[in-house]
RNA sequence: CGGGGAGUGGCGCAGCCCGGUAGCGCAUCUGCUUUGGGAGCAGAGGGUCGCAGGUUCGAAUCCUGUCUCCCCGACCA
């Protein structure tokens, strides 16, 4: 039993769902809206967010790619081109079929059956149809290509079953969409992004992922190929963190994307798509969370200091303010991962105690709270978001000399961002498990009712169609789904447990979010 | 979409079975005291009980419909 009063009334341990659902309400980065799987996204939230994206968008251009903006309508004809893809959607797609409303019974706004649309139009789940619509007017010749595209959008897709952040009926994200004289150019994009993803979520995020390949099964709908990175949360459960896909010529074929090459023949683009969502702010959640609230990596974090200066309500306050400006002043001049550093002081009127569980349970990675004593002696004290608690089971304060503070706080914000890091690693790689060699040990190894149940880590025969579904289906019965195949997984001995079959490759499976 | 639970001041809840014009805690505001670490006391303000119908002299409470949220399942790049 632990002595420590903590921030949120939920534990992990006790249920990871409701603990989840309390750090967002808690850290206000999100709230219902009243319509069926649509949130608020609130400033803290929305702030990380566009460090989010900002930070991708960076490394999206710096690899060529440049950003354009398509309609958020999509007429119902573009789908029926790509016969897999209709299929993979048409279940979860709103359909905008009038454009005017006219008091009906009761004074209620109806539709006006006068203003039917003659085609309807489809809100957008995904814009590979519009864009590769697009593409066929853009692209003539061999030397239009590669075409590097990238927009940020938001989509819908009426889901069945919603959480904040991981599946909501309209989400944020970034589309990717590229064409290629050929397969291998729009292999090597198509990985690019992959690995652009993988590296983004380490080091930006501070969330350890693996990337691989998904089973066929797992395909976008209309994909040639589909790989994924996939992180793992505190409660063992896997996340989809990003999605790359090589879509071959299909929908160049649906869309006529084609380009004359240099022999003057016809020949269809090779495409590639690639996406990324504000299920990333669900998964640092998950990653970095804990028994106080969020804890915001210093790289997406709006603020990365914090300053609570404890104001009295009386004449000294005005000092007191003055010293925390001069701190913040002298912490923006710093650079910390590259850039200034973003410091706020907290100046609404209110205890300094009440506002710093708020900023706890938000994650803000530095806390300075800074009282008469402090700017009389020159001082600072300040607690570290990732080392919240001493061994009394106190907040873990530290004081420290203002100039050796600010001297340091650059390189403190980096250190938080590598802890993070190095902790959800750790957890990460001590909850892939290795060696099991049979389906009864898999089925035993998630029958115990364990906290983090993990990732298992098999060798399989890479099965198709028929075949591979007849293991979805075992797994579907453990409640287990296939992740990926990580990238370079060398040839592998043994034998496949679902096939009985010689192993070709390596495989994650996990439970899913 | 199937099964279960829930919607009552900003937040969390009680009241509902057995109809009689709304209550508690936290938060907020005011005052006093206190205050280098999640303050105390006293007082005050704030809700047509998700929405729409119905039954009734009278509905938070009973009935019907509907919307939204949570859990389990189905579904899901």
């Known amino acids: 039993m632990s002595a420590i009063r903590h921030a949120l009334s939920t534990k992990r341990e006790d249920d990871f769902a409701l603990w989840y659902q309390e750090v967002i309400s808690e850290a206000e980065m999100a709230e219902e809206s009243g319509v069926r799987g649509c949130m608020v996204i609130k400033p803290w939230g929305y702030g990380i967010w566009e460090r989010i994206q900002r930070l991708m968008d960076d490394r999206i251009k710096a690899a060529g790619v440049e950003n354009c903006y398509f309609p958020l309508f999509i007429p119902i004809g573009y789908f029926a081109k790509e016969a897999e893809h209709v299929e993979g959607f048409a279940k979860e797609m709103a359909v905008v079929t009038h454009h005017r409303l006219i008091a009906g019974e009761g004074g209620a706004l109806v539709p006006d059956p006068e203003a039917k649309l003659e085609e309807p139009l489809i809100v957008r789940p995904t814009s590979e149809t519009v864009i590769g619509a697009a593409m066929a007017r853009w692209i003539q010749s061999w030397r239009d290509l590669p075409m590097l595209t990238n927009q940020w959008a938001n989509v819908v897709r009426w889901e069945m079953r919603t959480r904040m952040f991981l599946r909501t009926s309209e989400f944020l994200w970034q589309e990717g ?50 790989y994924s990175i996939e992180a793992m949360m505190q409660d063992g459960k896997a996340l989809q963190a990003g ?66 200066p404890m104001l009295r309500d009386n004449d000294e306050d005005e ?97 938080i961002q590598t802890s993070l890091f190095k902790e959800a690693k750790a957890r990460h790689d001590a909850n892939i498990v290795r060696g099991i060699d049979s389906l009864d040990a898999l089925s035993d190894f998630y029958a115990e009712d364990k906290h983090y149940p993990g990732w298992v880590e098999l060798a399989w025969s890479r099965p198709m169609g028929d075949e591979l579904e007849a293991v979805v289906k075992q797994l579907k019965e453990l409640k287990l789904t296939v992740r990926n195949t990580p990238m370079g997984s060398k040839p592998v001995a043994g034998t496949c447990i679902f096939t009985g079959k010689p192993a070709v490759e390596l495989i994650y499976v996990a439970r899913a979010y």
């Open 177 to 226: 969409h590229t064409a290629h004289t050929d397969r291998e150019g729009a292999m090597e994009e198509m990985l690019r992004a992959l690995e652009l993803y993988r590296s983004f979520a380490e080091a930006e995020l501070a969330m350890p992922v693996i990337a691989g390949e998904k089973p066929e099964n797992e395909r976008f709908p209309g994909a040639v190929s589909t």
């Open 243 to 308: 999605t790359s896909h090589y879509l071959g010529t299909g929908f160049s074929k649906a869309a006529g994307i084609q380009y004359q090459d240099k022999d003057g023949a016809q020949q269809f683009c090779h495409t590639t798509s690639w996406g990324a969502s504000t299920r990333l702010i669900g998964g640092l959640i998950m990653t970095h969370g804990d028994d106080d609230g969020m804890r915001v990596p210093p790289q997406v974090a709006p603020h990365q200091v914090v300053i609570l």
């Open 319 to 415: 000092a007191l303010l003055a010293y925390c400006d001069e701190i913040r002043c002298t912490l923006v001049a710093q650079h910390a991962c590259g850039e200034r550093v973003r410091v706020l002081v907290d100046k609404r009127p209110g205890k300094a105690t009440q506002k710093r569980w708020a900023w706890v349970k938000k994650g803000a990675p530095l806390i300075l709270e800074i009282g008469g004593r402090d700017a009389a002696a020159g001082q600072v004290t300040t607690l570290r978001r990732d080392r919240l608690w001493n061994e009394q089971g106190k907040p873990n304060f530290s004081a420290s000399a203002r100039d050796k503070f600010v001297a340091l706080a650059a390189a403190e914000l980096e250190d």
